[in-house]
């Protein structure tokens, strides 16, 4: 059998502000607290110091990993970033990202193939299978990959979407026989031209919020369904979690059930549902495919009231979005967080996951869908277990309305506002203004 490629360690690096969704935003846009701890999932947004950017926070993370792994750039022959929140056209910016690196190790990137990946949130992923071919192809002369998903998620202030902000950058080596997880080789996909969601020439996104929810819903539905046509682990039984792109967790919630419809489908937590709330309806049963899907929505409906989803819901998907609900919406990052968040809550609970299955839910607005398997590797606790991110989330500083309002403006590159730093840099990539970009401070 093939050796496995896949993810051989995680570092993450959160933007070190915090906004308060029920008690700091909430009173002021007179809104219900719970219409953001209970509906949207969210409790905190990550959002990045006046000296944060994505450069520094990819570069800080990339370099907890390499340091952690006892790597530097010579064992690296690839490095990708995936944002949507990217300043440049024509330098990627894993560019600026090695010139951080580079400040502080002997050897340099020279050698190393770098680019910028760019589908919405989907990219992470999509570096993720382009290093996996890379490798796979053998083109990679014993080097492994790094992969940085690095975003600010920022709204224009008055947008629905503010309550889903964050910021922050997830840093993963990808190499041959990985501690973490190892990719399978079959993939589902989903893909359309889609306009709910875009950002043509500006910073923030133009976004219908809510049809951005159905077309998440559509194009995951068909990565389903084609990963169904070619995998053969397809059953809710063969996955111990499923981490699904984030958006905010209340939107997971949604994704969970369609996906749970798919994967019980012909197994025998189906029929033991069968007494309780029927079969599933089957579409050649059906005069249209409106009547078929109203049937669906009937049965989901049903569905999502039963022990049996429930119980399934609490320990498949709820783990995996522990982090989110604390950091909010961090774009590429976001399902990779998922995933992390996943791993994380098994090492708390003890739980042994080596060889066990995730089946992993990207989606990036635009639109396109990705499901595939990941099998859990033998050294995955050893590999998580050290990963500081709740050192790092109780760091931040807790932001007034008034200061996050401040801060936006920084963020904002129409403005020009400048502000006191909130925290202090302690041995990390700081944004110093554009030109010479960033330095270690
Ligand atoms: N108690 C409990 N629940 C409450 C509540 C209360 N007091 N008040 C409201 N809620 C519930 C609502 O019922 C709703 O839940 P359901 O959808 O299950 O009914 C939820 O809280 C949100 O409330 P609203 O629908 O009223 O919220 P909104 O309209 O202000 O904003 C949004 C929701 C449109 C999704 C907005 O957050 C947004 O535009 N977000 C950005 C776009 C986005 O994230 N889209 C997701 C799919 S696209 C994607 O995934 C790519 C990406 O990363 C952006």
Same mark, same amino acid.
């Given at each position: 059998?093939?050796?496995?490629?896949?993810?051989?360690?995680?570092?993450?690096?959160?933007?070190?502000?915090?906004?308060?969704?029920? &008690?700091?935003?909430?009173?002021?846009?007179?809104?219900?607290?719970?219409?953001?701890?209970?509906?949207?999932?969210?409790?905190?947004? +990550?959002?990045?110091? *006046?000296?944060?950017? =994505? *450069?520094?926070?990819?570069?800080?993370?990339?370099?907890?990993?390499?340091?952690?792994?006892?790597?530097?750039?010579?064992?690296?022959?690839?490095?990708?970033?995936?944002?949507?929140?990217?300043?440049?056209?024509?330098?990627?910016?894993?560019?600026?990202?090695?010139?951080?690196?580079?400040?502080?190790?002997?050897?340099?990137?020279?050698?190393? &193939?770098?680019?910028?990946?760019?589908?919405?949130?989907?990219?992470?992923?999509?570096?993720?299978?382009?290093?996996? &071919?890379?490798?796979?192809?053998?083109?990679?002369?014993?080097?492994?990959?790094?992969?940085?998903?690095?975003?600010?998620?920022?709204?224009?202030?008055?947008?629905?979407?503010?309550?889903?902000?964050?910021?922050?950058?997830?840093?993963?080596?990808?190499?041959?026989?990985?501690?973490?997880?190892?990719?399978?080789?079959?993939?589902?996909?989903?893909?359309?031209?889609?306009?709910?969601?875009?950002?043509?020439?500006?910073?923030?996104?133009?976004?219908?919020?809510?049809?951005?929810?159905?077309?998440?819903?559509?194009?995951?539905?068909?990565?389903?369904?084609?990963?169904?046509?070619?995998?053969?682990?397809?059953?809710?039984?063969?996955?111990?979690?499923?981490?699904?792109?984030?958006?905010?967790?209340?939107?997971?919630?949604?994704?969970?059930?369609?996906?749970?419809?798919? =994967?019980?489908?012909?197994?025998?937590?189906?029929?033991?549902?069968?007494?309780?709330?029927? +079969?599933?309806?089957?579409?050649?049963?059906?005069?249209?495919?409106?009547?078929?899907?109203?049937?669906?929505?009937?049965?989901?409906?049903?569905?999502?009231?039963?022990?049996?989803?429930?119980?399934?819901?609490?320990?498949?998907?709820?783990?995996?979005?522990?982090?989110?609900?604390?950091?909010?919406?961090?774009?590429?990052?976001?399902?990779?967080?998922?995933?992390?968040?996943?791993?994380?809550?098994?090492?708390?609970?003890?739980?042994?996951?080596?060889?066990?299955?995730?089946?992993?839910? +990207?989606?990036?607005?635009?639109?396109?869908?990705?499901?595939?398997?990941?099998?859990?590797?033998?050294?995955?606790?050893?590999?998580?277990?050290?990963? &500081?991110?709740?050192?790092?989330?109780?760091?931040?500083?807790?932001?007034?309305?008034?200061?996050?309002?401040? *801060?936006?403006?920084?963020?904002?590159?129409?403005?020009?506002?400048? =502000?006191?730093?909130?925290?202090?840099?302690?041995?990390?990539?700081?944004?110093?203004?554009?030109?010479?970009?960033?330095?270690?401070?």
């Amino acid at each position: 059998s093939q050796t496995p490629v896949g993810i051989d360690g995680i570092e993450l690096w959160s933007g070190k502000l915090r906004l308060d969704l029920p &008690n700091t935003f909430a009173p002021v846009k007179d809104e219900d607290p719970e219409k953001y701890t209970k509906g949207l999932g969210v409790e905190h947004s +990550s959002l990045p110091d *006046v000296y944060e950017d =994505i *450069v520094t926070m990819g570069a800080n993370a990339a370099k907890q990993l390499l340091d952690r792994k006892g790597l530097t750039p010579d064992d690296i022959g690839r490095i990708d970033v995936a944002t949507e929140s990217a300043f440049d056209n024509s330098k990627p910016v894993s560019t600026y990202i090695a010139g951080c690196l580079e400040e502080v190790y002997e050897d340099d990137f020279h050698h190393a &193939n770098k680019g910028e990946r760019k589908f919405a949130c989907v990219s992470g992923t999509q570096s993720i299978d382009d290093a996996y &071919n890379w490798i796979r192809a053998g083109r990679n002369r014993g080097r492994a990959a790094l992969v940085i998903a690095t975003d600010t998620a920022l709204y224009e202030r008055g947008d629905p979407g503010e309550a889903t902000q964050g910021a922050g950058a997830i840093a993963m080596l990808i190499d041959s026989d990985p501690d973490i997880v190892a990719l399978s080789t079959e993939q589902g996909f989903g893909s359309a031209d889609e306009t709910d969601f875009l950002k043509p020439n500006q910073q923030f996104p133009s976004v219908d919020g809510k049809r951005s929810m159905q077309v998440y819903l559509a194009r995951m539905r068909e990565a389903l369904e084609d990963y169904e046509s070619i995998a053969d682990d397809t059953h809710s039984d063969d996955f111990a979690y499923i981490p699904f792109h984030t958006p905010f967790p209340g939107m997971v919630r949604k994704a969970a059930l369609l996906g749970f419809r798919h =994967i019980s489908r012909g197994t025998d937590v189906e029929s033991a549902l069968a007494s309780e709330i029927g +079969s599933q309806p089957r579409e050649s049963e059906y005069v249209s495919r409106e009547a078929y899907e109203e049937a669906i929505r009937g049965y989901m409906d049903e569905l999502k009231e039963t022990d049996t989803y429930r119980e399934w819901y609490e320990t498949a998907i709820d783990p995996t979005v522990n982090i989110a609900r604390m950091v909010g919406n961090w774009y590429t990052g976001s399902v990779h967080i998922a995933r992390l968040s996943t791993l994380m809550s098994a090492v708390d609970a003890d739980r042994d996951l080596a060889g066990e299955k995730l089946l992993v839910a +990207s989606y990036g607005s635009g639109a396109q869908a990705e499901i595939h398997a990941e099998t859990v590797q033998p050294g995955w606790r050893e590999a998580i277990a050290p990963i &500081n991110v709740d050192t790092q989330l109780e760091a931040r500083y807790d932001l007034s309305f008034d200061e996050y309002e401040r *801060v936006h403006d920084v963020h904002n590159h129409e403005k020009d506002t400048e =502000i006191e730093a909130f925290t202090t840099p302690e041995s990390e990539f700081v944004f110093t203004g554009w030109g010479r970009m960033s330095e270690r401070r």
